[in-house]
């Protein structure tokens, strides 16, 4: 019958005010990233391959400095694993530097020079996208030699076009294939390259890249 | 009729005792004489003209051109009538004894005896002499009333004498067809026509023809162009007639054939299937008649073959060939298609064909038209006037892209640099990289300040230098006399080179040309001395770098 009579209206069960009052909200301050990773250092190690020691060592300043000095990341070099290896200081400003000089590192290693790889350290969004000869076509012995020759072009020509049309950096060893750069950039040099892989002549790889290009830099 | 005839006589008779020379003047009595001697001669001879309208002599009151046109009217026709019997008297003496009498003529002349009728023969031989005579003085006598002069003489007689021999021909043309007609009435005449009445009604037209002339000739003046004309008119009037006549019996006889049977096969050579009796008979007659008319009109068309006539002929046998021509089958060369087999052998290199050559033939090179080609060359070579394809202009649609072009060398920038820049112009628009657009406009921009400044220089009294921008850019050293020159406050001494910087060296500087012998010498010591030295610094630093990477790669293989 109560509940009939309750039904038309709503029924508010008024708790006796014992006035408790919340808690208020509590005020933290951000976490620092190493607290975030509940205090504790965080490691990367990137291994060296034997044909970037020697650069490496000559290049050792160059790559120190900037990680040190400004992604706040302490850096060494273990001889004997012949590895890299990158620490977090409590004082790193951000979480994501640590990754940023690892990859600023491996990108190095794979081959980049350090004024390219550098700007991984500097912009959020840069990639290094890696892919196989074979992955795109399967080619043997000559042919091989030849679509890397159609890769390169004379003196480089083919690839330093690549490069500069679409703002990223190419490295080609032997059958491996790094690219570097934003997103969209590695999407047409990869493009472009893979149908020098597949055997395009240059210039028609060329006219397609004038194409694109010019298409993304009228859209800015 | 007595009184008259002999006063007529006398006055004739008189007319002859007179002197010729008398003749020459105007005499009053003389013409009246002689008036009534011709009325006297004309009516005398008038039974035997028939011709004639004029059954006497008008004089009363007439020129003496009149009357001679009055006596022509009735002599001409006469005279020729006569000739003609005359001629053929003397060709054929026994007709003479067979006196065949004229149609209409005959009537009056049978009435007479045969012995009356050779008696008025001689008779009108002397009157034909008389006539003559008598004409003779009549145009002597009007000739010199009339003042005619002396032209017209001679030709006059000339004329009338053709006049009079053409005007026999016909007379007699027209006599024999006369006879003709009458002997072959049955043959040629129809109900419709008759070939006497034929003959009489172009008699009375043509009498009307000259009486109709002569009342307009009595009124002209000049009398030679009268006769002339009169002359020539009688003839020409008296061939058309003839002719006519003539035709017009031919045509009258083909006008038979045809108004009755005309037949194709009639005309053209071919088959003559069809043919009614009467038509045979027609036909067999006409061609009979047309056969006997041919022989006799062909002895006198022989004799007189008028231009008109010859060109009738020729034109008939032009016609009948053209319509054989067109009844037999045509020539193979005429017919359509034509294969081998519907025409001769080797036919076809007689006949010149046209064929339609849609290809032009082939040029012949001669010398003279390689000399003419090569004429044309070295003319346009000396002119300079080649006809060059230019390409035509295409109007431009859009603003040209700007075309990115490729660089295919190592970027000098870094990859962050690169994309720093990226960001920089996403940021601030207005620090914009320059583009190749901007470069020429840059350089644009650049030539034209530097112009406008030697020209302020050049045109201010008090001229401001602008600030000169310190970049790394070459200094020449241009002598302060040359900048002076252009504006003395133009260019600041501080961007000048100092003595030092434009040289710097120690002692005498000699020129190459200068040296002597040894001072030559000691400078090639020099030289080399300083080359060595650098080379040992060289050797010595690559000796240095190699041992460092000796020793570093076993420390290397250690660690």
Redesign the interface.
């Known amino acids: 019958m109560q509940s009939k009579e309750a039904s038309s209206s709503m029924e508010v069960d008024t708790v006796p005010s014992e006035a408790k009052v919340l808690p208020p909200k509590p005020k933290f301050k951000p976490l620092k990233p190493h607290e975030m990773a509940s205090g504790q250092v965080q490691f990367r190690k990137v291994s060296v391959p034997p044909h970037r020691y020697t650069p490496l060592k000559k290049i050792w300043m160059e790559i120190y400095t900037p990680i040190y000095e400004q992604m706040k990341i302490d850096i060494r070099m273990n001889l004997k694993g012949r590895k890299v290896e990158l620490k977090t200081r409590p004082d790193t400003p951000d979480i994501s530097n640590l990754q940023k000089c690892a990859d600023f590192v491996h990108a190095f290693m794979l081959g980049f020079d350090v004024i390219d790889a550098i700007a991984i350290l500097r912009l959020d969004e840069l990639y290094v996208e890696s892919f196989e000869i074979k992955d795109v076509k399967t080619l043997r012995g000559d042919h091989l030699s030849r679509a890397i020759g159609r890769l390169s072009g004379k003196g480089g020509k083919t690839k330093f076009t690549i490069e500069n049309a679409t703002k990223t950096r190419i490295v080609i060893a032997d059958t491996k294939i790094h690219i570097l750069g934003s997103f969209a950039n590695i999407k047409v040099a990869r493009d472009s390259l893979c149908y020098l892989i597949m055997g395009s002549p240059a210039g028609k790889v060329y006219s397609k890249l004038r194409a694109i290009t010019s298409r993304m830099a009228e859209r800015f | 009729m007595a009184n008259t005839n002999n006063a007529g006589a006398e006055a004739l008779r008189r007319l002859k005792e007179v002197d010729p020379p008398s003749l020459l003047a105007p005499n009053p009595t003389l013409s009246e004489t002689a008036r009534a001697a011709s009325q006297y001669l004309f009516s005398s001879i008038r039974p035997f003209s028939q011709k004639c309208p004029l059954d006497q002599l008008l004089v009363d009151g007439y020129d003496a051109e009149q009357i001679w046109h009055q006596i022509d009217l009735q002599t001409q026709p006469l005279l020729s009538t006569l000739r003609r019997r005359v001629n053929q008297f003397v060709k054929n003496p026994d007709e003479i004894a067979q006196l065949k009498v004229p149609s209409s003529v005959a009537k009056k002349v049978e009435a007479k005896n045969h012995e009356e009728w050779e008696q008025e023969s001689d008779d009108f031989d002397e009157e034909l002499d008389e006539d003559d005579d008598d004409e003779d003085d009549f145009e002597g006598v009007e000739k010199e009333e009339k003042n005619g002069g002396s032209d017209g003489e001679e030709e006059e007689d000339d004329d009338d004498d053709d006049d009079e021999e053409g005007s026999e021909d016909e007379d007699e043309d027209e006599e024999g067809e006369k006879e003709k007609g009458k002997g072959k009435d049955s043959g040629i005449e129809d109900k419709f026509l008759k070939i006497n009445e034929l003959n009489e009604y172009l008699e009375k037209e043509e009498n009307n023809y000259e009486n109709a002339e002569e009342a307009d000739d009595g009124d002209e003046d000049s009398e030679e162009d009268d006769e002339l004309e009169k002359a020539g008119e009688f003839e020409m009037d008296e061939d058309d007639e003839d002719d006519d006549e003539e035709e017009d019996e031919d045509d009258e006889e083909e006008e038979e054939e045809g108004m009755e049977n005309a037949r194709y096969d009639d005309f053209f050579v071919g088959k003559k299937e069809k043919s009614s009796k009467r038509k045979d008979q027609l036909v067999e007659e006409s061609e009979d008649s047309g056969d006997e008319d041919d022989m006799e009109s062909n002895k006198q068309k022989k004799r007189t073959a008028s231009t008109h006539e010859k060109q009738l002929e020729k034109i008939q046998s032009e016609i009948e060939l053209m319509e054989k021509a067109n009844v037999e089958p045509k020539t193979w060369s005429m017919q359509g298609e034509v294969t081998a087999a519907n025409r001769p052998v080797d036919s076809l290199l007689a006949v010149n064909l046209d064929f339609e050559h849609n290809v032009r033939p082939t040029p012949v090179i001669t010398e003279e038209f390689t000399a003419s080609i090569e004429d044309m060359i070295q003319k346009r070579i000396i002119e300079g006037l080649f006809n060059d394809v230019q390409r035509a202009p295409r109007l431009p649609s859009k603003a040209p892209?700007?075309?990115?072009e490729?660089?295919?060398?190592?970027?000098k920038k870094?990859?962050?640099?690169?994309?720093?820049q990226?960001y920089v112009?996403?940021i601030d628009p207005t620090s914009a990289p320059l583009s190749s657009k901007d470069k020429l406009k840059n350089e644009a921009s650049m030539l034209f300040k530097r112009l406008c400044l030697k020209l302020d220089a050049l045109s201010h009294f008090s001229f401001a230098p602008k600030p000169v921008i310190e970049d790394m850019s070459f200094q020449t050293n241009v002598p302060a006399l040359a900048m002076e020159e252009i504006a003395p406050v133009a260019v600041s001494d501080a961007a000048m080179l100092a003595p030092e910087e434009v040289f710097d060296g120690k002692g005498d500087v000699k020129e190459e040309a200068e040296l002597t012998q040894a001072e030559r010498k000691r400078r090639r010591a020099n030289k080399k001395r300083k080359f060595k030295a650098d080379a040992v610094k060289r050797s010595e630093k690559k000796a240095r770098s190699e041992k460092k990477e000796d020793n570093?790669i076993p420390g290397?293989v250690n660690?």
């Open positions: 892209r700007e075309v990115k490729l660089d295919d060398n190592k970027s870094g990859l962050a640099e690169m994309y720093e990226e112009q996403k570093a290397q660690g």
